[in-house]
C-alpha cells in the first residue's frame, strides 16, 4: 500500500479541524441560547432545578398544613367533680376542647340521682357569650395551657 503525500495528510487535517471548528460553533450557539432562557427563568423567580420545584411545593404544603393544624380542635380538658353535695363518685364533668386561638367548645354533663344534664356552650377567644361555670373556665384554661391546674 501506498502511503498518503504529506500534503494530502495537510489537507484532510485541515478539513477535521474546520469541521470540528464548526460543530464548536454550533454547541457554543446553542448553549448561549440555554443559557439565556435559564437567565430568564431564574430572573422570573421560576426555580432552576427540579428540586427546587419540588422544594418550593413542600414549602408551600408545609405552610397549608401549618395553617390548617392551628384550626384543628387539639386542646382538650376534663375536669370532673361532684356537682351536688350529697352525690360521690365526681360524675359530672366539664371537657373543653379547643383551637390554637382558644376557639372550639365546652361540654357539661350534670349527674344528679334522677337525672343527668348536658349543655354545650361555644368558646370564642378563650372565652364564651353564655355565663361560664367554675369547672367549665377551670377546663378551658387546662386545654388552653395544657396543664391540670
Partial sequence: ???PDPETLAW????????ALLLAAV????LRVLDRQVRRL????????????RLTAVEEETARLGAEASQALR??????YDAFGDMGGRLSFSAAVLDDTGDGLVI????ARGESRTYAKGI???GSEVVLTPEERQAIDAARTGSPD
Avoid at 108 to 111: A, G, R, T
Fill in 1 to 3: 500500500m501506498d502511503r
Fill in 12 to 19: 484532510i487535517a485541515a478539513a477535521v479541524a474546520v469541521l
Fill in 27 to 30: 454547541a457554543w450557539r446553542r
Fill in 42 to 53: 431564574v430572573a422570573a423567580g421560576v426555580p432552576s432545578t427540579p428540586e427546587g420545584d
Fill in 75 to 80: 386542646h382538650v380538658a376534663v375536669v370532673r
Fill in 108 to 111: 357539661s354533663s350534670i349527674h
Fill in 124 to 126: 370564642v377567644d378563650g
